[in-house]
């Protein structure tokens, strides 16, 4: 299987997120797998749909958003990772959907409504925020999940799919973080299991 | 009274979104107001966050953010127009966000929890849409009106706060449209009034 690992986190260096990405990149590796990395930062993917993006058949794309279309229809599936940010991705993951995730390719319109194209790909999102749990579900609806479960890979059919949040970051010990890794390596040997 | 009127949307030329802030700024200046249009895209705004920007203090932002965030310290109130993009705003605007309702600046932490800054901004926002309305708020459960209303809005505290949508844009007549620029008027009237 191939997997797509996409990061929307600012750090370059060492930070939660990325230890998350290490420990999912690996975890597929030792299962024989191939981890296809993308962080969006350190690719300076540019979030910005341009006017008129949306008509041009993928031949006329840039390069860039390309790039990032052949390694989508190459993906067996997805773990993305970032920061809960105003109760979406950062910008540029965003953006990164926006141009990526296009009509005519990740869904289509027929007839008979909206056909999801990605029903074979599985998806593994990570999460992180410093909101307490109960005021994320209880004020805010819990945006994230609506956002990646329901409305992102539901439109494109990937029902194999989990989330999982870890909070709040900026208050746990080194032994938490420890066991949250131990956690995502846990749910990608299941999500990605043969 | 001043109000910061942002514009999230790609088409510089003829669009609906154009439409409605156009109708918007004729509507405040003849209530005596003062609107003040930021269109992100004409701009070329920068909605990606770099590592650590929300550590700095505002004198040291690049002067593109302290621009808004000055812009946004003298207004009113707000005027947000945009269409739905995966149930939240284009990246554009995504990231305005990101980097100009920061920590410290549109909401605080004190030792009693969250301090909302923006108490006496009132703010109105106006999307479009094409995805039929009860689909939108079953399938979807309304993300842009819980993006909005509850997470940014609740959070910096504007509680003089509405928001509409516009639907179906694909599907409407110039008359059907034509009757949405008057209620973008009455809208902004109420809104507004002294």
């Known amino acids: 299987m191939k997997v797509l690992v996409i990061l929307g986190h600012p750090n370059p260096g060492e930070s939660f997120n990325r ?6 990149c690996r975890t597929l590796r030792e299962m024989g797998h191939e981890p296809v990395l993308r962080d969006l930062y350190a690719e300076k993917f540019d979030p910005v749909m341009p006017m008129g993006e949306e008509k041009l058949p993928i ?3 840039p390069e860039s958003v390309r790039r990032e279309i052949d390694a989508v229809r190459e993906a067996d599936g997805f773990v993305i990772v970032h920061p809960n940010w105003w109760g979406t991705p950062p910008a540029i993951l965003k953006g990164w959907l926006d141009r990526v995730f296009r009509a005519g390719f990740a869904y289509s319109f027929s007839a008979n409504g909206v056909v999801s194209n990605f ?5 593994q999102v990570f999460t992180t925020s410093n909101t307490p749990r109960d005021v994320e579900l209880e004020v805010y609806h819990d945006p994230l999940e609506n956002f990646w479960k329901t409305i ?5 059919g990937s ?6 949040n870890f909070e709040s970051i900026i208050m746990s010990s080194p032994e938490e973080r420890a066991a949250w890794l131990t956690e995502v390596e ?9």
């Open 152 to 156: 992102v890979f539901g439109l494109v």
């Open 19 to 24: 230890a998350i990405v290490e420990t999912a």
């Open 59 to 61: 031949e006329e794309l």
């Open 186 to 194: 846990a749910i990608v040997k299941k999500r990605f299991a043969e």
């Open 159 to 164: 029902r194999d799919f989990g989330r999982r």
């Open 119 to 123: 029903t074979e790909k599985r998806a």
